[in-house]
């Protein structure tokens, strides 16, 4: 079968695609980011080493 | 070209596209939910990184235009009755509102929770309260139930700049809420004038705004009586914590302004304004967008200025 010549629709579907795709890498950089920013400020404690501490203390 | 491919072709042509998804998120309302978030967030008396700072803001924004995803899920019958509105994705053909529906769903869904993330549960829950308020309360029934739809529904546009502040403080205090009161206040003779030079559009939808329910002079006399209490509101915030030199000038000329307008299109009649097509309605109109940028702007300026010993009184 012969190739066909590209429908308008091909290019509106891909310039969708391309901006889910642009977005999805944007909050992917985003949350990690945000991840970095949080597990170094001065006031973030381990949720486990602060409880088995707490059980140190105990014994 | 057969029957089968020239309906597949139309079909094609009604396929929504990026822009489409966009517009279902209402860009220009998002734009004023932003701005005051931001003044609300970085006039709160405590610094914030800027990267959570950022998040605050982006997942306020996304939550803003989720509801409006919704709203229009919601009004897509009204909508395609009116000028204004009849171009949006829904009644344009180029979204279905089922899937404006879950659009709105899913990002309402991901704004609160990541908003809870990126900042404190407290400022999730209020973005979530937000939603629901414009959502449920304004839009499902307010709007088509009262002509005091605007004044109650604009609550819902005046909580980011309390959300931006809870954002960064975790706690409530007096100066959000005097931000809220300013956007409340605002709302009504801001909607208002816009309803007096569109009154087809809201009569032909059978919203029952004040113009179609109490008529066009009582609309008149309202939009004066709230922009007195405005008036009196905006200046006294600027003896507040979140006020100072540059904000009260800015409220002092601008209320006067407003003033001006509101007493203008009070003294007016129908011939009056129709003779030349609404011009004193619409300025006033355009004059209520510089006079919300102005003040928050304002409010923006003195928290940016006080590290430097110049913001404030």
């Known amino acids: ?59 | 070209m057969s029957d089968a491919s020239i309906n597949a072709s139309r079909a094609y042509e009604d396929e929504a596209s990026f822009g489409d998804y966009f517009a279902l998120l209402k860009p220009r309302v998002m734009s004023l939910v932003v701005f005051t978030a931001l003044v609300g967030l970085l006039a709160a008396p405590v610094s914030v990184h800027p990267v959570v700072g950022f998040c605050a803001i982006l997942f306020i924004a996304i939550g803003g235009g989720a509801s409006g995803a919704l709203n229009m899920w919601w009004d897509a019958d009204i909508d395609k009755v009116m000028k204004r509105t009849k171009s949006r994705p829904i009644p344009a053909g180029k979204v279905e509102a089922g899937e404006a529906l879950a659009f709105g769903l899913a990002l309402s869904g991901l704004s609160v929770i990541m908003l809870a993330l990126a900042a404190n549960v407290f400022a999730g829950a209020f973005l979530a309260f937000t939603i629901f308020f414009y959502v449920v309360v304004y839009t499902m029934w307010l709007k088509r139930a009262t002509p005091q739809n605007i004044v109650i529904g604009g609550a819902a546009g005046a909580f980011p700049p309390v959300i931006g502040w809870i954002a960064a403080t975790g706690t409530m205090s007096v100066e959000p809420w005097l931000m809220f009161l300013l956007t409340f206040m605002w709302t009504p003779p801001h909607f208002w004038a816009l309803a007096l030079f569109m009154r087809s559009d809201y009569d032909d939808a059978g919203v029952p705004m004040l113009t179609v329910t109490h008529g066009r002079r009582s609309t008149r006399i309202h939009i004066l009586a709230y922009t007195v209490l405005l008036a009196v509101l905006a200046v006294g915030t600027a003896f507040s914590g979140i006020g100072g030199p540059i904000y009260l000038a800015a409220a002092l000329v601008m209320n006067a302004l407003f003033l001006h307008g509101a007493w203008k299109i009070t003294r007016r009649d129908e011939d009056d304004s129709e003779g030349d097509n609404f011009k004193v309605e619409r300025s006033f109109f355009k004059l209520s967008l510089l006079y919300l940028f102005l003040h928050f702007g304002a409010i923006l300026a003195e928290a940016l200025l006080k590290p430097y010993g110049l913001g404030g009184w």
């Open chain 1, 1 to 59: 079968m012969a190739l066909r010549k590209e429908h308008e629709i091909h290019k509106r579907r891909s310039g969708l695609n391309k901006g889910v795709g642009i977005l999805l890498a944007a909050f992917v950089v985003l949350i990690m980011a945000l991840t970095m920013v949080k597990v170094t400020s001065a006031s973030f404690k381990f949720p486990d080493a602060q409880s088995s501490g707490e059980q140190g203390e105990q014994n």
